[in-house]
């Protein structure tokens, strides 16, 4: 193989691909990244930059000028430091025996091939289920990531529900303590109506990221019956496994009414409730005291030092003491891209929802995250 590619192009994209590549690969070649480039008219000719480890796959193309086709596989965690490190220059890329030479301007490099042979077939893009808008994708996806769990050995929570109804797609994550849900219109393909699956929330966090930002459309593509979501979007192909677990009955959850209703000003909470939670030990609590026309914020104790903060609010319904997790409250504050929250409760120990509120106090429809309170000191 033998090319020479602009450095910017082939930068991002091996970037891209080594971000999905596991950092304790299985066996050295899933660690890989596999570059394929077949010779024909220049005008046309591109590298194919793929990484795979069974679980994940991510492809995309880069215009390149091909003088010898063929395919090699590399470190991909090396290849994205080199790449990202290189003058701005073309770059030329050819492999000769076991080896591959990367050079750029006055930089050259000799890697260590590995056997390509041994590399697993990348898996096909499942069928084309739908689109939407990119930004639409990737702000979706990132306020609902945000619930979902960390532990591995609850896999049901470390997942994202997709719920497709028609022209409706719904997005849901839960770690048990707080619970966050998009629903929002996109484009279904033909006979698409009814499907629900369970996707990884940070592989799918990782691939919106890039694919929101890139200004074009997304495509899902969904082959249930190999287990598979595909991603597709401004020449970028990914597709993850989805988890084989049984998503929790969240909707049970949700709060058909309320008691105390108060509207809040988001970035004034967010600053009061870090200030005072520098006292919480552990960030165990801070507690939320909602009056007529006021709120205010304590943490702490006698023995680690007390803090507290009076804030102005909109309230109706009950006065409420109510306590919160501070990290949890505060991930859902900057999740609603709102200037206004609105916060609705019932009692200090049941859930409450946080939504987006527009500048007259009006919900806006679409997003939700549900918290589940600390238990008051008795």
Not at 172 to 180: E, G, N, P, S, Y
């Amino acid at each position: 193989m033998k090319i020479r590619v602009e450095r910017d192009g082939l930068a991002e994209a091996v970037a891209w691909v080594a971000r999905s590549l596991p950092s304790r690969p299985s066996v050295p070649v899933l660690g890989g990244v596999l570059l394929e480039a077949g010779a024909g008219d220049a005008d046309t000719d591109a590298l194919t930059v793929s990484g795979f480890d069974y679980e994940v796959s991510a492809t995309v193309g880069v215009p390149a000028t091909i003088a010898d086709g063929g395919r090699t596989l590399v470190s991909g965690r090396l290849l994205a430091d080199i790449t990202k490190s290189l003058p701005a220059q073309p770059v030329d890329i050819a492999v000769d025996g076991a080896r591959v030479s990367i050079t750029c301007g006055n930089a050259r490099f000799s890697l260590p091939t590995m056997p390509v042979e041994d590399y697993p077939q990348l898996p096909a893009q499942p069928s084309f289920a739908g689109e939407l808008a990119g930004d639409a994708f990737g702000q979706a996806v990132a306020q609902v990531a945000i619930a979902s769990g960390k532990d591995d050995t609850l896999p049901m929570l470390t997942g994202m529900r997709l719920e497709i109804n028609g022209d409706s797609l719904t997005m849901v994550a839960t770690d048990r303590f707080r619970l966050a849900m998009k629903e929002f219109s996109w484009q279904p393909a033909e006979g698409i109506t009814e499907a629900a699956v369970l996707v990884p929330a940070r592989t799918l966090a990782e691939a919106a990221k890039s694919l929101g930002s890139s200004g074009s459309n997304v495509r899902l593509g969904l082959a249930s019956g190999d287990g598979l979501l595909g991603l597709a979007g401004s020449g970028r192909f990914a597709t993850t496994r989805l988890l084989d677990a049984e998503f929790p009955p969240y909707r049970q959850l949700l709060p058909s009414q309320h008691t105390s209703r108060a509207v809040l000003e988001v970035p004034a909470l967010a600053e009061a409730i870090k200030r005072v939670s520098l006292v919480a030990e552990r960030g165990t609590q801070v507690r939320l005291e909602f009056g007529e026309g006021s709120l205010r914020l304590t943490a702490g104790g006698d023995d680690e030092g007390s803090a507290e903060e009076e804030l102005p609010v909109e309230h109706e319904g009950e006065p409420v003491t109510i306590a919160f997790n501070p990290a949890y409250l505060t991930d859902g504050l900057a999740a609603l891209n709102s200037d206004r929250a609105e916060l609705t409760f019932t009692t200090p120990s049941r859930p409450a929802l946080l939504k987006p509120a527009d500048e007259d106090g009006k919900v806006a429809p679409g997003y939700l995250y549900l918290l589940m309170p600390v238990r008051l000191p008795g």
